[in-house]
């Protein structure tokens, strides 16, 4: 119970998972997401494929995806001009 092949890190997508469980990727967002419009069966049909494939939350994602980083930028111009 590996990683599957598919994608540049090898590491395991909500893609992969929809494929698994049968299910659009949009559905399992909504289950890691915790939303009511998914049916119980579905949403357990769902855990299991993530649990066989290994599936992990990407943080890094979440956060380009439009989350909070908690992360300040700083611009400073060019000392030596």
Do not use: W
């Not at 395991?12 to 939303?35: K, Q």
Request: charged letters at 20%; aromatic letters at 2%; hydrophobic letters at 40%.
């Amino acid at each position: 119970m590996g990683r599957k092949p598919g994608n540049r890190a090898g590491q395991i997508t909500i893609i992969n998972v929809a494929r698994e469980a049968g299910v659009s990727y949009g559905t399992v967002s909504r289950v890691i997401n915790n939303d009511v419009h998914v049916k119980p069966e579905t949403r357990d049909r769902v855990r299991e494929a993530m649990a066989r494939l290994g599936f992990v939350v990407n943080r890094q994602a979440r956060v380009l995806a439009g989350g909070t980083s908690n992360a300040i930028g700083v611009l400073v111009p060019d000392p030596g001009t």
